[in-house]
């Protein structure tokens, strides 16, 4: 299948990059070299693109596309939590801008094989790193009812997560959930007819949280963020680009954090935390879509850019 993704917020990512042509950039959601073909097109000779993803098949599709830019290109398939050893095997201490383009692709999407698809039947799967063990049946066969609720309740947002973990629990006692098409009947079933009606598809926020679950995806950005700042050159760039409140809320915070991390009482005269400011948020409100980019590109919909710039 052709590794087809159409890149986000591609314009405004670019130019909050600042791209020097002689910089060190980071990708750390690689997919298919949509924004990383942009960054190497603006590097000279003497520029660098790390780009890092976990899947092998963005590992292929963003090899064949960066061909042409080969000399300065590194692509390393792993988890971009791990950047930070792997600049160091590289002797690069910091860099001028990274950026993160988070969740999936719409190849990993639309792939069926795959299993992260709620508008096909397939193996339950949905993993970003097929050499990892757990997949999506693990979770839905093996999680107690409670942890259930619960990652549908947080990661999926969906007010009828407590029906859908009984659900689930009442049909695996009869037999194991193998597919995405009767996890599909299982929600259907777990949700009134009439709160059905004209609200999207009923499985998109489990599919949703299982998703996040299964790949850490929360707890991967969390502990993640605070390192990057603190790897980017004076004047460098992180640019993270969300898809659902959730996310956003994490970069806004750690961003907040990171510009006044100040834990002094406010009634203080001077500061004795000692916490020293390590940059700015340039983008006070998220950049969104405009309302092109939204008519070509429905994934774009929730996408949220907010950039972070180091002193
Ligand atoms: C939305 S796509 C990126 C698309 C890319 N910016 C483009 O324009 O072609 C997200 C990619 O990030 C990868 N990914 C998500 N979380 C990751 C993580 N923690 N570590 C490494 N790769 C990750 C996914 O496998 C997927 O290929």
């Not at 959601?29 to 190497?40: K, M, P, R």
């Not at 002797?91 to 383009?101: E, F, K, P, Q, R």
């Not at 063990?133 to 839905?140: C, M």
């Not at 997560?161 to 006692?173: G, L, Q």
Request: neutral net charge; glycine residues 6%.
């Amino acid at each position: 299948m052709e590794f087809v993704h159409k890149s986000v917020l591609l314009n405004e990512t670019i130019e909050n990059l600042n791209i020097k042509p002689d910089g060190i950039y980071v990708d750390g959601t690689l997919g298919g070299a949509g924004h990383s073909y942009e960054i190497c097109k603006r590097l000279s000779d003497r520029g660098r693109l790390i780009g890092i993803d976990q899947d092998k098949d963005a590992i292929a599709a963003a090899t064949e596309r960066l061909k042409p830019f080969s000399d300065r290109v590194t692509i390393v398939r792993n988890n971009y939590c791990n950047f930070k050893s792997i600049l160091d095997e590289l002797n690069i201490s910091a860099v001028d801008g990274m950026l993160l383009d988070l969740g999936v692709s719409s190849y990993q999407l639309d792939n069926v094989d795959r299993g992260f698809t709620y508008r096909a039947d397939a193996p339950l799967d949905m993993r970003m790193d097929d050499r990892q063990d757990k997949t999506a049946k693990d979770i839905v066969n093996g999680y107690s009812e409670r942890e259930l609720f619960r990652i549908i309740h947080e990661f999926g947002e969906d007010k009828y997560a407590k029906s859908i973990a009984y659900h689930i629990c009442r049909y695996r006692e009869n037999k194991t959930i193998e597919t995405t098409e009767e996890l599909n009947d299982i929600i259907r079933g777990s949700i009134p007819a009439k709160a059905r009606n004209g609200k999207g598809h009923p499985s998109k926020q489990t599919f949703q949280a299982i998703r996040i679950e299964l790949n850490k995806e929360l707890e991967v950005l969390t502990n993640s963020i605070d390192d990057m700042i603190k790897s980017l050159k004076p004047g460098g760039r992180l640019c993270i680009i969300t898809f659902h409140s959730l996310e956003d809320r994490i970069v806004k915070n750690a961003f907040r954090k990171n510009e006044n991390p100040c834990i002094c009482p406010p009634n203080f005269p001077v500061c004795t935390c000692g916490r020293v400011s390590l940059g700015h948020v340039v983008t006070r409100k998220p950049i969104v879509p405009g309302e092109e980019e939204l008519e070509e590109n429905s994934r774009a919909k929730s996408s949220k850019l907010r950039v972070f710039e180091r002193v």
